[in-house]
């Protein structure tokens, strides 16, 4: 993996920040599933699990089954590196 975390989870959350001022659903979805994947990436599986339940509700919200599916396969992930 190559990048740097921080500054990707910083621009992500800017993005969020922007998102949910317009409320863009779709976009806050993804852009928590995003910020998810770096907390994953960072070992903060805490804070990564609150960005997903984060997408899921926005996806929920407007019936995105693919980002739900989505988050709920990332979450899968966290629940299968604490087993």
Do not use: C, P
């Not at 969020?16 to 995003?34: F, K, P, Q, V, Y």
């Not at 994947?37 to 997903?52: N, W």
């Amino acid at each position: 993996m190559q990048g740097n975390l921080r500054m990707a989870e910083e621009n992500f959350i800017q993005s969020t920040s922007l998102l949910e001022r317009t409320g863009d659903a779709e976009g806050i979805a993804l852009s928590n599933i995003n910020l998810g994947l770096v907390k994953i990436d960072r070992g903060e599986l805490g804070a990564a699990g609150t960005y997903l339940a984060k997408a899921i509700q926005s996806a929920g919200q407007i019936g995105h089954r693919y980002y739900l599916a989505l988050a709920k396969m990332y979450i899968g992930r966290i629940q299968y590196r604490n087993w």
